[in-house]
């Protein structure tokens, strides 16, 4: 919606795979091996998951579990700031807007490079050699590992509810309830995007440089969507 292209931000590449013990990418990969989640991490893990069609198997059986998806889940929380902040329609209408220009335009460049760059899942690679019996806290996505997209359309939205609420507005993000998951108090937006994007190294899903550059690409999404608006108003 506002990009030049899907690769207007091209984040840093991805750490080489390799399988020499001792490299970069093989320090990356024992990360998620060795982490040993506490009950916080896997309630973070849980809560962020946003899997909108996870599936779980019940004897011979596969069974899909509905859920919400990573963008819904921003714009419930969307809905909740403007909510407490007292907005009226014509504002609520404006920061959703813009919020959702910010996840799809995010959506396009993450999705832009992880088929350019085509890296392996932790799962895979673990398994391969390191335990192949490792299995992680959530269900692995069936597409490219880097980057995350978490870290990327979280990033983007909450710097651009940032820009619209302030940097210490408080609130309790009530989304997953309907799911069975407890409601999170964040002390702020970009709060809440640090731990989505951990979420998925807890999770087991992602490597730590995917979470990282990924939340790098997303706050330059969210400050240019940010700019194009403004500039159109």
Request: hydrophobic share 40%.
């Given at each position: 919606?506002t990009l030049?292209?899907?690769?207007?931000?091209?984040?840093?590449?991805?750490?080489?795979?390799?399988?020499?013990?001792?490299s970069a990418?093989?320090?990356?990969?024992?990360?998620?091996?060795?982490?040993?989640?506490d009950?916080?991490?896997r309630?973070?893990?849980?809560?962020w998951d946003c899997?909108?069609f996870?599936?779980?198997n019940?004897?011979?059986?596969?069974?899909?579990?509905?859920?919400?998806?990573?963008?819904?889940?921003?714009?419930?929380?969307?809905?909740?700031?403007c909510?407490?902040?007292?907005?009226?329609?014509?504002?609520?209408?404006?920061?959703?807007?813009?919020?959702?220009i910010?996840l799809?335009?995010?959506?396009?460049?993450?999705?832009d490079?992880?088929?350019?760059?085509?890296r392996?899942?932790?799962?895979t690679?673990?398994?391969?050699?390191?335990d192949?019996?490792?299995?992680?806290?959530?269900q692995?996505?069936?597409?490219?590992?880097?980057?995350?997209?978490h870290?990327?359309?979280?990033?983007?939205?909450?710097t651009i509810?940032?820009?619209?609420f302030?940097?210490?507005f408080?609130?309790?993000?009530?989304?997953?309830?309907?799911f069975?998951?407890?409601?999170?108090?964040f002390?702020?937006f970009n709060?809440?995007?640090?731990e989505?994007?951990?979420?998925?190294?807890?999770g087991?899903?992602?490597?730590?440089?995917?979470?990282?550059?990924?939340?790098?690409?997303?706050?330059?999404?969210?400050?240019w969507?940010?700019?194009?608006?403004?500039?159109?108003?």
């Amino acid at each position: 919606f506002t990009l030049d292209s899907a690769a207007q931000f091209k984040p840093a590449p991805p750490i080489p795979y390799s399988e020499e013990k001792g490299s970069a990418f093989f320090k990356l990969m024992q990360a998620n091996h060795d982490v040993a989640l506490d009950l916080e991490e896997r309630t973070i893990a849980a809560f962020w998951d946003c899997n909108p069609f996870a599936l779980e198997n019940k004897g011979h059986l596969m069974v899909g579990m509905k859920k919400i998806s990573p963008g819904a889940h921003w714009m419930g929380i969307t809905n909740i700031a403007c909510l407490k902040a007292g907005k009226d329609f014509a504002q609520t209408l404006k920061i959703s807007t813009s919020v959702a220009i910010g996840l799809m335009d995010g959506f396009m460049t993450c999705w832009d490079e992880k088929y350019k760059s085509n890296r392996i899942r932790p799962e895979t690679v673990i398994r391969m050699h390191l335990d192949p019996h490792w299995k992680p806290f959530l269900q692995t996505p069936p597409f490219p590992e880097y980057l995350s997209g978490h870290s990327v359309v979280s990033s983007a939205a909450a710097t651009i509810l940032t820009h619209y609420f302030g940097d210490n507005f408080e609130y309790l993000d009530t989304v997953e309830e309907r799911f069975g998951l407890k409601a999170r108090h964040f002390k702020s937006f970009n709060a809440a995007a640090e731990e989505s994007g951990m979420s998925r190294f807890y999770g087991g899903i992602h490597f730590m440089d995917a979470i990282e550059n990924g939340q790098t690409q997303g706050h330059s999404v969210g400050k240019w969507v940010i700019s194009k608006l403004d500039r159109a108003q």
